[in-house]
């Protein structure tokens, strides 16, 4: 399993926000320059964070991003779920996915549900604010 740009872009963004909270509503630029990443991208990113109740954006001057909730009530492994679409190390483990007609006697399928479980369980053992120390 590669988390890919899409899900590290969305961490970093929101890690960010989490660390400049107390500045109020911030421009995605500031937040690109501050990261290194490419403002074309984190605007793709945004809506969906938006959408899904991670940020709380402001238009106009003086507008910007800023986090929907503390810190401490972000999960990685939500925020990576989102940005990602999941985190199935295998396509029967997607979310919605048809139940292989060898899921009876796969021998592999145990160490693969095993294998995600352990990823989400360590990625939602993580949040922001401890990311933030």
């Not at 292989?100 to 053992?125: I, Q, S």
Request: net charge neutral.
């Amino acid at each position: 399993m590669m988390i890919s740009t899409r899900g590290r872009y969305a961490l970093r963004v929101l890690l960010d926000l989490a660390q400049h909270q107390n500045d109020g509503y911030t421009a995605m630029k500031n937040v690109a320059e501050r990261q290194e990443l490419s403002l074309k991208y984190i605007e793709k990113i945004m809506p969906v964070l938006s959408k899904n109740n991670y940020v709380e954006g402001v238009h106009g001057k003086g507008g910007g991003y800023r986090l929907a909730r503390e810190p401490k009530d972000y999960k990685v492994g939500d925020i990576l779920r989102l940005a990602e679409g999941g985190l199935a190390p295998v396509a029967c483990l997607e979310c919605n996915a048809k139940e292989c007609d060898r899921a009876d006697t796969c021998p592999t399928l145990p160490m693969w549900k095993e294998f995600h479980n352990m990823v989400n369980n360590y990625f939602d053992g993580i949040t922001l604010a401890d990311l933030m120390k």
